[in-house]
């Protein structure tokens, strides 16, 4: 089975930017969209197709998708931020959640 | 707006089943599929399966087989998910939402928190 890596956690100052990757073999050919769910709340839709906004998604979400590795990245990072966050695709009739990053804003 | 309301929270005896309910409001129900994740304490997001609510059809991971069912009722745009022969480790948050075939889940129901306990 399609199996995807995502770092524990990750660290990033007030204001600065963030990098939270997900990796899986050749991921680069998949759709990938990414999530965030901050503590007791349903995950939010973020990035979906490797790149898109849904409406009310702040810009300064934006994804990218290459070969082995997929990531979001969260430009001007905000104490709102703070949150997990999940990669997912589709591989053979299947949906694949990454195991999810925390991200810290200090 | 869109939107996806969970029944309530329910405890259960290992070896019984739970039956969770998803309504959906705000658009068309049986243009959209839906997906059923699940979320462990302190855990990640893990698939369950998806149902097409238009013709009923159904996927499941391959974890599941054989103890979960989806099923939909178009006339109250509501899909369940009754996952049987329930264990400790079933202990979970169970969402639905809204999406597509090969696609992403745009809109979440609120969770369900089931907990098997003795």
């Known amino acids: 089975s399609y199996e995807l890596t995502q770092p524990l956690s990750v660290s990033v100052a007030l204001g600065q930017t963030a990098r939270i990757t997900c990796g899986g073999n050749n991921i680069g050919s998949k759709n990938v969209h990414w999530y965030q769910q901050k503590p007791g709340q349903a995950p939010v839709l973020v990035i979906y197709r490797d790149t898109n906004r849904p409406s009310g998604i702040p810009e300064r979400f934006s994804g990218s998708n290459s070969g082995n590795t997929a990531t979001l990245t969260i430009s001007r990072a905000q104490a709102g931020d703070e949150a997990d966050y999940y990669c997912?695709?589709?591989?053979?009739?299947?949906?694949?959640f990454g195991g999810g990053t925390k991200l810290t804003v200090l | 707006q869109v939107q996806l309301v969970q029944s309530g929270a329910e405890v259960k005896k290992p070896g019984a089943s739970a039956k969770v309910s998803c309504k959906g409001s705000?658009?068309?129900?049986?243009?959209?599929?839906m997906y059923w994740v699940r979320q462990a304490p302190g855990q990640g997001l893990e698939w369950m399966g998806i149902?097409?609510?238009?013709?009923?059809?159904?996927t499941y991971a391959q974890k599941f087989q054989g103890r979960v069912t989806m099923t939909r009722d178009t006339s109250t745009s509501t899909v369940y998910m009754e996952l049987s022969s329930l264990r400790s480790e079933d202990t979970a948050i169970y969402h639905c939402g809204r999406g597509s075939w090969g696609g992403a889940v745009d809109c979440w129901g609120q969770g369900t928190l089931v907990t098997v306990s003795s």
């Open positions: 149902i097409n609510p238009s013709a009923g059809s159904t």
């Open positions: 705000g658009y068309i129900f049986t243009n959209y599929y």
């Open positions: 997912q695709l589709w591989d053979s009739s299947t949906a694949v």
